[in-house]
């Protein structure tokens, strides 16, 4: 009997919650099945950090095959300058595979709204430029990020929308530009409308995440999330869609392979 392989395409493994057990949690990756994780930078240092998980993996038999990306958080955003600005650029230099993560919050509201879309789009036009892909976060901002989009220039294949937990409005927008669409452990949740919000999206716009350490899935709610837990959301998904647990395993990892350009 053929073993599911996973792809983690976001996951935030340089967080301190790892500090106790990161090497444990990234060998208990692989016992799971997981073959691959993007670890994401918020910030120009979580991508300094991220890089250098990123480079210890290369070469690591029996251990997932380590990426990053960078990029500045919606969170963040008030420190957008042109020296953060050159800050993300070097680590895209350095071997970062995208750009993200980078959106809009309304929900929080951490940063004003009107640098959050200064920066976003700022670094939309660096992720066209260099023809990168974009890891977008969009929290009830979804007008505000559909027209920032819209108005990059960005290829719709270089989208994906991290952690949908947006509106059956949202999700059709993004469809039927042809964004790629990523789900979490939230899925598993029984107020996430998984039934209407997942069969949706098409096969190869479909991504799966951890976004540990949060979001742990069903049944491992209230826990740190970790990249071993990815074969739960994967298990709900692919029940939601009617399909066996390999055959969505195996469509998104090939989707994360191909967003990300490493095939």
């Known amino acids: 009997m053929s073993v599911s392989l996973y792809f983690d395409s976001h996951c935030h493994l340089q967080d301190a919650r790892f500090d106790p057990d990161r090497h444990e949690a990234i060998a208990r990756a692989w016992e799971a ?14 991508a300094a950090q ?18 990053f990306t960078a990029g500045l958080h919606p969170h963040e955003a008030s420190r ?16 970062a595979i995208a750009v993200g993560e980078i959106g809009l919050d ?5 940063s004003p709204r009107a640098i959050q879309r200064i920066a976003f789009a700022d670094q939309l036009a660096v992720a066209r430029e260099r023809d990168l892909p ?3 976060h969009s929290r009830d901002a979804e007008e505000d990020t559909l027209k920032i989009l819209d108005n990059s220039g960005i290829s719709p294949a270089r989208v994906v929308l991290h952690c949908f937990t947006g509106s059956a409005y949202m999700l059709r927008e993004a469809v039927e530009r042809g964004f790629y669409v990523s789900f979490s452990g ?9 039934a209407a919000l997942v069969p949706p999206v098409p096969v190869d716009r479909l991504l799966v995440e951890t976004d540990a350490p949060y979001l742990a899935p069903v049944p491992h709610r209230g ?12 298990s709900a998904l692919a029940d939601r869609r009617g399909v066996p647990d390999a055959v969505l395993a195996a469509a998104t990892r090939a989707n994360a392979q191909a967003f990300y350009a490493l095939t």
């Open 33 to 46: 099945g997981v073959r691959e994780i993007v670890v994401i930078g918020s910030d120009p240092e979580s």
């Open 50 to 67: 991220a890089r250098a998980l990123a480079t210890a993996s290369a070469d690591q038999e029996m251990r997932p095959r380590l990426w």
């Open 80 to 95: 957008w300058s042109p020296e953060t600005r050159r800050a993300v650029v070097a680590e895209l230099d350095r071997g």
């Open 106 to 110: 309304h929900h929080y509201d951490n």
């Open 134 to 136: 974009a890891v977008v």
């Open 186 to 194: 939230i899925a598993t949740f029984g107020s996430f409308d998984a």
């Open 223 to 234: 826990r740190r999330n970790e990249p071993a837990f990815l074969p739960a959301t994967v």
